[in-house]
């Protein structure tokens, strides 16, 4: 190393009648031009990083940690008519009132946060070969989980964005600015060309070999479920039906899983499925995973009931929702099968035990860890912290509060270690009864194998809801199956994307979304059920996003844009 | 004239750097660590400040009027900053020697003695004013902190502000018919109207414009003080002849975000109603309505305001006993005297203190401005000095 220093100091003063000049030169660094060779001590650099496995699992956490967050799922719910945003202003919720504009912040941030993640990824397999003392096999399972993980991230990407930039090598700066939009259907091969590649390698642990150490890395049976899930996402339902079929029927070689029971209560197996108790059950596939105090997320925070210290109610359940689950006889509360029993005025009781585990609502019997149970009223008038006052209060908004992720042993600050489930088993059972349903209706048997015993372990007894509805055509099935899907998943981050590969955006997410009955409404205005946002879809625009504006403006080959925007 | 480097820069940054993080990930609720990194920028030099500066003294009637002129000139060239590149880049640059903006301003000061019989005054009046600009910072960058918008862009001053233009209100169903609105907005008759600037027929992030900066110019300061036997007086006035500030939260809007900060202010009881339509604020909507985004949910002019002001920050008023009266007592000196601290403002909104701002010295704003600061105190007193 070597610095030169020099420094001057001069005064000009040029007296000229009563004006003077004055200008100082203080100081003047030279830098030699030679390389520094000084290294960082707080920091690693590239010469130095690459020396040892432990450092290349530190580069795979970060790819953990940028693969899904809670925050995203329940971002992606707000896409949704599960939930609707009703305090002040919110990214999803310009989306689904047909306000978003390129310059969306959520356009930007996804995209930004996802390229993070591929950049994460594609450097770990640019360098993973510089560390040599690694064991073969070690090295092969970290490889296959960072593909996963680039797959998911472009998986995500392509499902928001349509077609989107593309590479498989880090770019420079110069091909930052340069690169162009990759359609979808050449990264959704890559995608499962890939998954079929880590399927295959059996580089990766199945669930059953995994050490309990281990518990939240990504198995063998998380890429199938994946790769289901891909082909789920583009209507292949041959491929969903064989890859589902075989994670039912093979389970020595993917892994064995099996729906949560609770074997203290089984009927609450659902409600208890979504507690930190019941963390890495046999019906787990893969978790974004969180830890009590140390990784932790808030959310909860604007959408738990008041009395249970939420801060504000600013994502509230529809009513839309609430009309999906069945009453206990296995009949709807609408249409023409409806149950004769429902009634309006009291619509909370005897219905699909899922709805207790998933949406709070008036006259909720509200269970604590310890075992005793509050009370929640919602209805107007009914003055508790938690009751519906107006549309700008900051009690719910729809008569409804969320449950199910609600963790019970966090404190007051709503830091929640709850991990959020990305795949599990009940998921596979219900794209495989889909699947059968869309390539031939459904058979008793395949009923028997995937809605029958999930809706038992929901807590249903009637045979009306478990037996196989021999009289029903293909289609009402598939209405069937789809709703069974919305109450299984619900508030799980997936309703959005059935949305958009069913194409049922302008039925569902064009118009009003509604909340309870019991806020005072006009009974003629929409049954008296509240009106609690509007909504507009386009057909043309919505089921993209836009690429964002700002990245348009730095890269002109990302135009032209999604279509609408 | 000179050259100035700067030193206040992170290190190592001509390395690409890995650095470990905690609490990145979690395998059976164990906490484990992950490592980010950071790209390098091998060719790092220092930042140069090219500095100008010229200035005259003047006196005239025998040194009773002194007249002081300044200008000054500051280029700084290598800017370090960390650039705007795409994000499908998936990383960001370290600082790199991209920057360039320039500081000029001037300032004039005048000081003024006479005396008219027993009477000494001594007057004195500045004023001066700076512009910054970006001469060359790399790509524009265009941010939205808490709906207030910022552009940073060459030829710009730093800390400018961008967003749509508004037009006043909307009076009725007809004038919505005829004019653009954003997508997807249904607006009624007391929400705001926004300037299609590039008369598209719809208000969207191509309607946005340069609205001003945050920057103070035209700071200005006059004081005078008057003796007469043992009377004295001082006044201090100063204030700013021409600013923007943007404000935030529930000291701006009405009822802000409605279920949070329930309140309104009286300064903000101006709402648009079919009785009131030349009114200050648009009419009130439920926070999470359509009306209420195309309102106040976009970066626009309608949440920056005028905040010049003139203050009077001191007045002070005292006497001084004669010597003879208080050497009999065995005192040195005594002196009374009275003194108001910021006792005026004149300013064209009294209910937030037009000194206040949501920028850092570096002219960086991390979040708008909710008017939270601590009042500049008013403060009447008086007083005895006894010197023994």
């Known amino acids: ?565 | 004239m000179g050259i100035l480097g700067n030193q206040e820069i992170a290190d190592y940054q001509y390395f690409t750097t890995y650095t470990v993080y905690s609490n990145i990930a979690g395998f059976d609720n164990n906490i484990y660590s992950g490592t980010g990194f950071q790209l390098g920028s091998p060719d790092l030099k220092w930042e140069k400040v090219n500095t100008r500066n010229i200035g005259a003294d003047l006196s005239f009637l025998n040194d009773k009027l002194s007249v002081n002129l300044d200008y000054f000139y500051n280029k700084t060239n290598d800017i370090l900053l960390s650039p705007i590149t795409p994000t499908v880049l998936g990383t960001t640059l370290g600082d790199v020697n991209i920057g360039s903006m320039e500081n000029r301003g001037w300032e004039v000061t005048l000081n003024y003695h006479f005396k008219t019989g027993d009477f000494n005054h001594s007057a004195s009046f500045n004023i001066g004013n700076t512009e910054n600009k970006a001469l060359d910072l790399g790509n524009p960058q265009i941010r939205v902190v808490d709906n207030v918008g910022f552009i940073q862009q060459n030829g710009l001053p730093l800390g400018a502000y961008y967003g749509l233009k508004t037009d006043g209100l909307f009076q009725s169903y007809d004038e919505i018919a005829n004019s653009a609105i954003p997508i997807g907005v249904t607006p009624q008759p007391g929400d705001v109207k926004f300037v299609d600037r590039n008369n598209d027929g719809v208000i969207d992030d191509n309607d946005r414009y340069y609205l001003g900066d945050g920057f103070p110019h035209y700071n200005f300061g006059f004081s005078y003080n008057l003796n007469y036997k043992g009377f004295d007086l001082s006044v201090l006035i100063q204030g700013v002849g021409k600013r923007l500030q943007s404000l935030r939260g529930d000291i701006y809007m009405p009822f802000h975000n409605g279920a949070w900060y329930p309140v309104i202010f009286k300064h903000e009881l101006d709402t648009w109603t079919v009785t009131n339509t030349d009114a200050r604020f648009p009419r009130l909507t439920t926070d999470n309505s359509s009306s209420f985004s195309n309102n106040w949910g976009r970066p626009s002019d309608l949440v920056i305001l005028n905040a010049k002001y003139i203050r009077v920050k001191n007045i002070q008023l005292g006497y001084t006993l004669p010597e003879k009266l208080v050497s009999k007592c065995g005192f040195k000196s005594v002196r009374a005297f009275i003194n108001l601290q910021n006792p005026f403002t004149f300013s064209p909104n009294s209910f937030i203190d037009p000194e206040s701002t949501e920028f850092d010295n570096l002219l960086n704003a991390s979040g708008g401005n909710s008017g939270r600061n601590y009042p500049t105190l008013k403060f009447y007193g008086a007083g005895v000095n006894i010197n023994f």
């Open chain 1, 1 to 565: 190393m070597e610095r030169a220093l020099i420094s001057i100091f001069k005064n000009y003063k040029h007296e000229e009648t009563d004006l003077y000049f004055a200008g100082i030169i203080p100081i003047v660094y030279f830098l030699s031009c030679q390389k520094l060779s000084v290294s960082p001590t707080d920091k690693f650099t590239d010469e130095s990083y690459w020396t040892s496995v432990s450092k290349a699992q530190l580069v795979l956490n970060m790819a953990y940690n940028q693969m899904y967050s809670a925050n995203t799922m329940w971002q992606d719910e707000q896409l949704s008519d599960n939930l609707v945003h009703t305090y002040g202003a919110s990214d999803p919720f310009s989306i689904r009132r047909g306000e978003a504009t390129p310059a969306l912040g959520l356009f930007a941030n996804e995209w930004k946060g996802d390229y993070g993640g591929i950049k994460t990824c594609l450097v770990f397999l640019d360098n993973i070969d510089r560390i040599t003392d690694i064991p073969e096999a070690t090295k092969a399972r970290m490889i296959d989980e960072i593909r996963f993980i680039r797959a998911f991230i472009y998986f995500r990407l392509v499902n928001y964005y349509g077609a989107v930039p593309f590479f498989t090598d880090e770019i420079t700066l110069d091909e930052a600015y340069k690169v162009s939009r990759t359609p979808k259907s050449e990264i959704m091969t890559f995608i499962h060309s890939e998954l079929d590649d880590i399927i295959k390698n059996g580089n990766l642990p199945t669930s059953d070999n995994l050490a309990q150490e281990e518990n939240g890395r990504i198995t063998l049976g998380a890429a199938v479920a994946f790769q289901a899930r891909a082909y789920l996402y583009e209507n292949n339902y041959q491929k969903v039906k064989d890859l589902t079929t075989e994670m039912m029927n093979d389970q020595d070689k993917y892994g064995h899983y099996s729906l949560f029971t609770y074997a203290a209560k089984k009927d609450m197996s659902y409600f208890m499925l979504f507690t930190p108790e019941s963390e890495y059950n046999s019906e787990v596939i893969l978790d974004e995973t969180y830890v009590p105090n140390l990784k932790t997320w808030t959310n909860m925070t604007s959408m738990a009931p008041i009395s249970k210290k939420a801060q504000i109610s600013a994502d509230n359940p529809t009513q839309e929702l609430v009309d999906c689950y069945l009453t206990m006889n296995g009949l709807p509360v609408k249409g023409a099968d409806k149950d004769p029993s429902y009634n309006e005025k009291d619509p909370y009781v005897n219905r699909d035990p899922r709805l207790y585990a998933t949406i709070v609502y008036d006259n909720y019997k509200w269970l604590n860890k310890d075992g005793s149970t509050d009370i929640i009223r919602t209805a107007k008038g009914s003055n508790t912290e938690d009751s519906y006052i107006s549309p700008v209060d900051r009690q719910t908004k729809t008569g409804y509060y969320v449950h199910k992720y609600f963790d019970w042993t966090m404190g007051d600050n709503f830091q929640s270690g709850l991990n959020i489930i990305m795949f599990r088993y009940a998921d596979v059972l219900l794209m495989n009864a889909e699947a059968c349903n869309e390539i031939s209706k459904i058979t008793e048997s395949q009923w028997n194998e995937t809605i029958r015993p999930i809706r038992e372990r929901a807590g249903f007894t009637a045979a009306a809801a478990l037996n196989y509805p021999a009289n029903k055509s293909q289609a009402e099935l598939r209405d069937i199956i789809r709703n069974e899907r919305r109450v299984e998943l619900a508030m799980e981050g997936l309703r959005w994307f059935d949305i958009k590969r069913w194409k049922i955006g302008q039925q569902v997410l064009n118009g009003y979304m509604h909340g309870f009955k019991f806020g005072g409404s006009d009974a003629n205005v929409d049954g008296g059920y509240l009106r609690v946002a509007q909504y507009q879809f386009s057909d043309n625009r919505d089921y993209l996003w836009s690429v964002p504006l700002d990245q348009m403006d730095l890269n002109a080959n990302l135009k032209p844009n999604n279509p609408g925007y």
